[in-house]
């Protein structure tokens, strides 16, 4: 009596195909017919606005030009302690014969020049000038702690100092000699005392 025994196949089933036969991929997502690429910004690096980073509109230039006389770090005593602040005093001008100084406040020093130039552009006046760009006549002028004098000096372009200088700068005056006749160095107050003697010239 022979024995036959019955082999099983304990392998495991496969549904890959016979040998030789290539293997289907999966099928990959089709490129992006534009090539873009999203990102931080939107398509293409850009700007919600379709605007790259680098393309910014023309900034529109102020017919005024401006300079900062002083910017000071001040404290205001509050209920929990000293809050500190900027303050900034700003000249501005059109060197055309229009002045005006401003003091502007704020918690950086950005946004105290800021208000500082719409301060100055509110207090702005026009000096009447000669053919020269010097003046008519000799002015004296005092605010608070500071006393000026001017003096129209033909020839002689623009002698001044300190605040002074800035001021007459930016109302295009020249040829004129200047004094400061007290010993202060606060350049608000002798911006001050500068614009009320030219303002002087307004009412004569």
Do not use: C, W
Request: glycine fraction near 10%; avoid cysteine.
């Amino acid at each position: 009596m022979t024995d036959t025994t019955t082999m099983t196949d304990t392998a495991p089933k496969t549904d890959a195909p016979a040998t030789g036969t290539p293997v289907e991929q999966p099928a990959t997502p089709a490129a992006d017919p534009r090539g873009a690429i999203r990102g931080r910004g939107g398509r293409d690096g850009r700007r919600p606005g379709g605007r790259s980073p680098r393309e910014r509109a023309p900034r529109e230039r102020s017919e005024f030009e401006q300079a900062t006389l002083e910017v000071r770090r001040v404290a205001r005593v509050m209920a929990g302690g000293r809050r500190f602040s900027f303050s900034a005093t700003v000249v501005i001008g059109d060197q055309k014969g229009r002045v005006g100084v401003g003091v502007g406040k704020g918690a950086d020093t950005a946004l105290a020049i800021d208000k500082a130039v719409r301060a100055a552009k509110k207090t702005l006046f026009t000096v009447p000038l000669m053919s020269d760009n010097s003046i008519r006549h000799d002015v004296t002028a005092t605010y608070g702690s500071s006393t000026v004098t001017i003096i129209p000096s033909a020839g002689r372009g623009l002698v001044a100092g300190s605040a002074m200088r800035i001021v007459l700068e930016h109302a295009g005056v020249t040829n004129v000699v200047t004094k400061i006749l007290t010993r202060t160095k606060n350049k608000l107050t002798i911006a001050r005392a500068t614009v009320a003697a030219l303002r002087k010239l307004q009412s004569k």
